[in-house]
């Protein structure tokens, strides 16, 4: 087998602009929770939060390679999205990796597919790099451990945030701050140094998840100077524009500042390494924003948009805008192309790697202009009987068409313990809480004690109330999603259109949701099974 596997990466490298003779070190920085949220996004004719976040890393990454102006998520959820990444499919092909907290044991008696299924890192590993993984990232196996890295520091991963908010004054805080830093830092360095200690191009994925819930309350100002006053205007037109939810995406900014500042220290390691122009650069996240309607668990596009840029000086033209459609399910056949290996037939991601080596802005083939997206089961206690809410999606140029399979159930979990107002702020009780799809978040706490308040009132029966079974938004005109075009009669013919073409996907990749498989064990555990299981100990949100 690994002769074969010899002889085919010997036969395709050199087959693109990109596979050198010496191939290109990768450097995959994949941030928690990170939705499409960098100033390089920022639009003078659009007012976004892109106007107020600062990402001077982020941005150096798309100024000197290539921005993606329509990346979205295959599912907003991380585990799934991370299984879909990892094997180039969709989420729910993935067996275990189909939902969040999928466990094998779970599958006990079950055929469980994900264990076997190839996943793009191992392939690179085994073709000649050297593969290592960080914080929260991607199923595959390290390669093995050097003498080298043995010899070196190893320091604790801290969260931004709540680390750095609970400094006892000014000395404490630099301390703290440089403490966090340490961990990319010399994670980075360490993958260099081993790397080159065994002559090997690397493959490193590092998952930062200081953008995931909790967060300290307020820090988005108190550590960044971002003044939830500055967001006025700016939040989408479905959230209320009311201060708790302006300190709340403050705070979610300035874990975004963290992400980049991180991302920062490791493109220094890789400068004073001399590294830094022999790697492939690429950024992106898992799903958007948490805890805020319409964001975290679904298929609008606050949800599952997302940002993405690579860089790689010499191979990768600099200052490019790129509008083809690409999901992060296309990452892992497209860094096996850029490897110079063959991506396997069974991998439902196309590569994006001509998009890469055009020197073209805009559109590069004006055929890529739609992703399909997803979701099932997010919490496990959401829904009685545990039960998912299933939703399919396809996004393109002009519009967002959604397929809601079971209107009767509540798409953010059901409003249980609604007036236990401990809950909803609180991140350690959200298996208490009302909406468990919904993050625990000022934003929630907020419509929840506000509910019988008009605004808030409209906005939970707009994005936390039941749906119907179809939704249609012309999203040129409409890119908050406010007005559903379904039974509109002028959209007849491109509901069927969407509707044809996202049924086609689901077909042809045998989506268990056809069946209602998603409904049943070991999709979904019994209900005494779960409740039998402890919560993981949750920091709490201050």
């Known amino acids: 087998m690994k002769s074969l596997l010899a002889l085919l990466v010997a036969l395709t490298i050199g087959q693109t602009s990109l596979a050198a003779s010496a191939r290109p070190n990768i450097l995959f920085f994949f941030v928690d929770d990170w939705g499409r949220y960098a100033s390089i996004y920022a639009d003078p004719q659009q007012p976004s939060l892109n106007d107020i976040v600062k990402t001077p890393n982020f941005d150096r990454i798309g100024r000197e390679g290539v921005v993606f102006e329509n990346a979205f998520v295959p599912v907003s959820s991380c585990g799934p999205c991370r299984a879909s990444l990892a094997t180039g499919r969709y989420f729910w092909n993935c067996g275990s990796g189909a ?274 997206v997803g979701r099932e089961l997010h919490f496990p206690t959401a829904r009685d009987g545990n039960l998912p809410f299933p939703m399919r999606a396809i996004r393109t140029k002009e519009h967002l068409y959604i397929h809601n399979f079971k209107p009767d159930r509540w798409p953010y979990g059901a409003p249980y313990n609604l007036d236990d107002k401990s809950t909803a702020g609180d991140y350690e009780k959200l298996e208490e809480a009302p909406y468990r799809d919904l993050d625990a978040s000022l934003t929630k706490s907020w419509l929840i004690d506000n509910r019988s308040a008009t605004d808030a009132k409209d906005a939970i029966e707009l994005t936390l109330g039941k749906r119907p079974p179809e939704e249609l938004y012309a999203i040129k005109n409409d890119p908050d999603s406010l007005y559903n075009l379904e039974g509109d009669s002028n959209a007849e013919n491109t509901l069927e259109e969407l509707r044809t073409r996202l049924d086609t996907v689901m077909q042809e990749t045998n989506d268990p949701r056809l069946t209602d498989a998603f409904d049943n064990p070991p999709y979904v555990v019994d209900p005494a099974k779960v409740s039998a299981q402890k919560p993981k100990s949750r920091k709490k949100q201050k």
């Open 99 to 372: 939902f969040l907290n999928g466990k094998a044991s779970d599958w006990t008696g079950h055929e469980n597919p994900f264990p076997a299924m190839t996943k793009f890192p191992d392939l690179l590993r085994e073709s000649g790099y050297f593969a290592r993984k960080q914080v929260k990232t991607i199923s595959f196996v390290d390669s093995k451990q050097t003498p080298i890295e043995n010899s070196m520091p190893r320091v604790k991963y801290q969260r931004y945030g709540l680390y750095v908010s609970e400094a006892k004054d000014d000395a404490d805080r630099a301390k703290r701050i440089e403490e966090t830093l340490k961990h990319p830092r010399y994670e980075m360095r360490r993958v260099v140094e081993a790397a080159l200690s065994v002559e090997q191009p690397f493959f490193f994925i590092y998952g930062t998840i200081n953008v995931h819930r909790p967060y300290k309350a307020d820090s988005g100002q108190k550590l960044w100077g971002i003044n939830p006053a500055s967001l006025r205007g700016r939040l989408p037109k479905f959230i209320p524009d009311v201060e708790d939810a302006r300190r709340d995406f403050a705070d979610y900014l300035g874990e975004v500042q963290a992400a980049d500042a991180m991302l920062g220290v490791m493109l220094d390691e890789l400068e004073k390494a001399g590294q830094l122009d022999n790697t492939l650069v690429i950024i992106s996240g898992d799903n958007g924003i948490p805890g805020v309607p319409r964001g975290k668990t679904n298929c609008y596009d606050l949800s599952a948009r997302a940002p993405m840029m690579v860089r790689l000086p010499g191979k990768v033209q600099a200052g490019r805008r790129v509008k083809d459609f690409v999901s992060v399910m296309d990452v892992g056949p497209t860094l096996l192309e850029v490897a110079g290996l063959p991506v396997p037939a069974d991998m439902n991601g196309c590569s994006f790697l001509a998009q890469l080596t055009s020197p073209k802005s805009g559109w590069i083939d004006e055929k890529r202009d739609w992703v399909v």
